[in-house]
């Protein structure tokens, strides 16, 4: 018996179909069998990529999430607050609703867990990418712990929308860029 060839579209409409119930009703509305139906699939086509729903979360946001931009404004602050303006559009998108079911599922599912670590990672990319340029050009004298950093600029943003249902105003953002900026500045805290 002949295998039937694979549709190398169908990842792709899969990917499609998880991010479209994200955006609409976040982690909870989303079902491995809706992601078939909406992909004009079966189930089996899910589970054979992805095992748990998480796992297919996590690379549905991989493959979606918008991109976070370097800017090289030659100055570590303007350059900062580029950053935040990418990571605040990101987070007022509707994906964000039910984020914290999907947060919640991660340690259950190390596979799905380095998958969204690799892309979270990913994100912070353009963060290391100013800092390093920062110290190049001598606006710091060492390099910071970058993890604080990324948790200073995403922490807030997350919180804003998550707990307080809004995102950051302008003038947030404007504090936001400050601070990180003064901690990069100050070098790596004593412990």
């Known amino acids: 018996m002949l295998a039937r060839p694979k549709d190398p579209s169908l990842e792709k409409r ?4 998880g991010w479209d119930i994200l955006a ?4 909870d509305a989303l079902s491995m069998s809706e992601v078939a139906t909406r992909a004009g699939a079966h189930r089996s086509d899910v589970y054979r990529r992805w095992t748990t729903k998480t796992q297919l979360v996590a690379e549905v946001l991989a493959a979606h999430l918008p991109s976070v931009k ?11 607050r580029h950053f935040l303006d990418d ?12 984020l914290v079911g999907f947060l919640a599922e991660l340690p259950k599912d190390p ?7 690799n892309m979270a990672k990913h ?3 353009p963060l290391t990418e ?5 110290l190049r050009r001598g606006e710091i004298t060492e390099l910071p712990d970058l993890a604080l950093l990324q948790g200073l600029a995403e922490g807030p ?6 707990i307080g249902r809004q995102a950051m105003t302008p003038s947030e953002l404007d504090l936001l860029a400050d601070t990180i900026t003064a901690v990069a500045t100050q070098g790596s805290p004593t412990r």
Do not use: I
């Open 14 to 17: 899969l990917l499609e179909s």
């Open 24 to 27: 609409e009703g976040g982690f």
């Open 70 to 80: 370097s800017c090289d404004t030659g100055d570590l602050r303007e350059d900062l």
């Open 87 to 98: 990571l605040s559009r990101s987070w007022r998108a509707p994906w964000t609703e039910g």
């Open 111 to 117: 596979e799905a867990e380095v998958t969204f670590l």
């Open 123 to 125: 994100r912070s990319q």
């Open 130 to 134: 100013a800092v390093t340029r920062a």
């Open 157 to 162: 943003l997350m919180h804003k929308r998550l």
